[in-house]
């Protein structure tokens, strides 16, 4: 079964700074699509970012980054110039390619941004 | 404005007394889920619909059902709710390639199960 995992519960960041969140994955697969999410207290879901597998350049999204290996199986976001609406829970997921729109979410990662 | 939507927002019932969630979109997306959050576990996708009358089950689809009779319309019913129930429910809805089967989620409701 495919598999998303976030090894980081939680991370923080000063205000100004670069963090990155960690997302590995798990698929037999060659071609697919792999998202970042962001939900702040409000609980509403939020794109930050997309990636098709078959691209090799890495997306970007104004101060939002991905590092995509492929190889590895590993999507981390980058996000630059930290700024305090950063602070929300992250969420990585996985579309299964060839299905009906099956996706696999990781558990989060809880972004605090220190003033 | 392009909109997923959900009722109700919070939802306090008793073991055994069925309810129906609702959700609609109005981007006239194929695709359309359901989503439970529990803390510590993330987001686990309960049923998935590529379009009217289509539906598969997720990870999570032990007592609940879906129907998708309208393209816009994918409500969630809880034949018989149980406290292990009791969580964050969202809906979603994407279109195919051209956008990346990018997700709108609907603003969630809160379901507690007594």
């Known amino acids: 079964a495919q598999t998303v995992t976030q090894s980081q519960p939680e991370m923080s960041v000063q205000e100004a700074e670069t963090v990155t969140l960690s997302c590995t994955y798990d698929?037999?697969?060659?071609?697919?699509?792999l998202f970042w999410y962001k939900q702040p207290p409000s609980r509403q879901m939020i794109l930050v970012i997309r990636?098709?597998?078959?691209?090799?350049q890495n997306a970007t999204e104004n101060r939002f980054s991905v590092n995509f290996q492929k190889a590895a199986k590993s999507f981390s976001l980058k996000i630059s110039d930290s700024q305090l609406g950063d602070a929300a829970m992250y969420f990585c997921?996985?579309?299964?390619?060839?299905?009906?729109?099956?996706?696999?979410f990781g558990t989060g990662t809880s972004l605090t941004v220190i003033p | 404005e392009a909109q997923v939507t959900q009722n109700p927002r919070y939802l306090i019932t008793v073991t055994g007394k069925k309810l129906t969630v609702t959700c609609s979109q109005n981007?006239?997306?194929?695709?359309m889920s359901w989503y439970r959050q529990d803390p510590g576990l993330g987001l686990r996708q309960i049923y998935y619909?590529?379009?009217?009358?289509?539906?598969d089950k997720g990870d999570v689809p032990e007592g609940y059902k879906v129907s998708r009779k309208e393209k816009r319309n994918f409500p969630l019913i809880l034949e018989s709710p149980s406290p292990n129930q009791t969580s964050l429910y969202f809906c979603?809805?994407?279109?195919?390639?051209?956008?990346?089967?990018?997700?709108?989620f609907g603003p969630g409701t809160r379901l507690t199960v007594t």
């Open positions: 979603a809805s994407s279109s195919g390639t051209l956008s990346s089967y990018e997700q709108y």
């Open positions: 698929t037999s697969e060659s071609d697919y699509y």
């Open positions: 990636q098709e597998a078959y691209k090799q």
């Open positions: 997921a996985y579309r299964v390619p060839n299905t009906g729109n099956q996706f696999y």
């Open positions: 981007m006239n997306h194929e695709y």
């Open positions: 619909s590529m379009n009217v009358e289509v539906t």
